[in-house]
């Protein structure tokens, strides 16, 4: 398994402590430590209550949700919010995950890329059209329609915070995307800036003029 403390693929152990039967499941606790960051995960699994060795499903009790590489602090926390939200509830809800990203996503492109307000498909069209992105940034957003499947979930383009189904990995694609696009529109962008001011600075106790 992959711990969701830090992300460590590591061979689960499992070890199980049985709480009660009902009607419908066996439930037990499942736990493990990570021998990589020494945390522990805690899961609640349900079995078959009369094959108490059929596991049907588990769900993730400790941590609360999957960690991600924790964001830079130039990225605005009115955006860092939603994301790390969006995080917090993947492993619970794939569907309010990627509602929380969406609306992240194009509140993002309104704002650092300047792109008229519409529905999230017709702003994804001119953002692609205006030639500003990279290539690697142009075909990872152009593939949102294709995953999201716009044209059969509307809902998704046009009210993005919306709850509803989603496609096999798109929660965790919008996720992947909206740190390339934080790191694009504002962790770049401020390391430079440190960059030259730093360098401004040493150009100006040498007595020269700072760059332009």
């Given at each position: 398994?992959?711990?969701p403390?830090c992300?460590?693929s ?5 070890k ?11 439930w037990r606790?499942?736990y493990?430590?990570c021998p ?11 079995y078959?209550?009369?094959a108490?060795?059929s596991?049907?499903e ?5 941590p609360?949700g999957?960690s ?6 130039d990225?605005p926390e009115k955006?860092a ?18 509602a929380?990203?969406r609306?992240c996503?194009?509140?993002l ?9 519409s529905?999230?498909?017709n702003e994804?069209d ?6 500003g992105?990279?290539?690697?940034l142009?075909d990872g ?5 294709n995953?999201g499947?716009?044209a059969a ?8 915070g ?7 990995g798109e929660?965790e694609?919008l996720l ?11 962790v770049q962008?401020?390391i430079?800036?440190?960059?030259r001011?730093?360098?401004?600075k040493k150009?100006t106790?040498?007595?020269?003029p700072p760059?332009k």
């Amino acid at each position: 398994m992959k711990c969701p403390h830090c992300l460590t693929s590591f061979h689960h152990k499992i070890k199980a402590l049985d709480i009660e039967a009902d009607v419908d499941r066996h439930w037990r606790l499942l736990y493990d430590v990570c021998p990589n960051c020494m945390k522990i995960v805690i899961q609640l699994g349900a079995y078959h209550p009369k094959a108490t060795q059929s596991l049907i499903e588990s769900f993730l009790v400790y941590p609360r949700g999957i960690s991600r590489s924790p964001l830079s602090d130039d990225v605005p926390e009115k955006f860092a919010e939603d994301y790390r939200e969006a995080c917090l509830v993947l492993s619970n809800s794939p569907k309010a995950s990627a509602a929380l990203s969406r609306r992240c996503l194009q509140n993002l492109v309104r704002e650092a890329a300047r792109v008229k307000p519409s529905n999230l498909s017709n702003e994804i069209d001119e953002l692609l059209s205006s030639g500003g992105l990279p290539s690697y940034l142009a075909d990872g957003i152009d593939a949102i329609r294709n995953i999201g499947n716009f044209a059969a979930h509307p809902i998704k383009s046009t009210n993005t915070g919306e709850i509803v189904g989603v496609e096999p990995g798109e929660a965790e694609w919008l996720l992947d995307l909206l740190e390339r696009f934080f790191d694009f529109y504002f962790v770049q962008p401020a390391i430079l800036n440190r960059k030259r001011e730093a360098l401004n600075k040493k150009l100006t106790d040498a007595g020269k003029p700072p760059m332009k």
